[in-house]
């Protein structure tokens, strides 16, 4: 699956196609606005407030702003698993732009379209025989792509995959919630999960699911990519200032990134 972009490169390439304005359910932030200094920003397109929103002029996508501050990053429930231990202070010293949803199957066909993207892996999803190039399912999110795949996007976007910490911090906000939306155990109104749908739903369904930044589909409808490779123990020793994740000749050998 392909995470929502984040922190914004500056640059980037882009293509001669037209993205197509996209309408997302309004999802207010829940955390009190603060001014962030544009020095601050770590995507170069100037500071904000928190959950102010901006749209790519290249794949259509709504941004929004996640102020710098500090968070508690790592499992807080009692079904954390123990790569999410142990959870500690993080601070983000820079604020970022992150995009608010998925990306969608007609924003990644924008970038196959300009030759900077491969195809995904399968056209198909769990219960679609034709999905990423049928038109009922362009508002839908991507599957079937690598972390090279999401990496690519995001350049040719003009943005880059957000870390964990910065993806983490975009979810949770500062007030120690274990959801996006806060403590309370999720319902079907919060997230496609547990297989209630036993498919993907269109990115932004859950307006009641949002961050306490606004942004959308942070849990649940399909795994998302980081920047980070992945590390089993890392979290044991990670810093608490940006943190970002292991060295790639280290995460090699466990053979996966994250």
Known sequence: ALSACGGGGGGGGGSDAEPTARSFPTAAPTVTP????????AGGGGGGT??????????????????????RMGGLDEGGAPDEEPDRQVTMSRGYWID???????????????????????FSSASRPMYFNDTQFANYPVIGVTWDDASDYCAWAGRRLPSEAEWEYAARGTD?????????????????????????????????????????????????????????????????VDPIGPLAAVSALHGERR
């Not at 603060?34 to 920003?41: K, W």
């Open 176 to 240: 120690y919630r274990i959801y996006p939306w806060g403590s309370d155990n999720p319902t079907a109104q919060h997230a496609n999960y547990n297989f209630q749908v036993r498919d993907t739903m269109p990115v932004g369904s859950y307006p009641l699911g949002a961050s306490p930044f606004g942004a959308l589909d942070m849990a649940g409808n399909v795994w998302e990519w980081v920047q980070d490779y992945y590390g089993q123990d890392f979290y044991a020793i990670a810093g608490n």
């Open 100 to 122: 608010k949803v998925e990306v969608t199957n007609a924003m990644y066909m924008l970038c196959v379209n300009a030759g900077a993207c491969n195809p995904p892996r399968t």
């Open 50 to 71: 928190a959950g102010q929103a901006q749209t790519s002029p290249i794949d259509g996508m709504v941004q929004i702003y996640v102020p710098a501050g500090s968070f």
């Open 34 to 41: 603060l001014p962030v200094a544009a020095t601050q920003d």
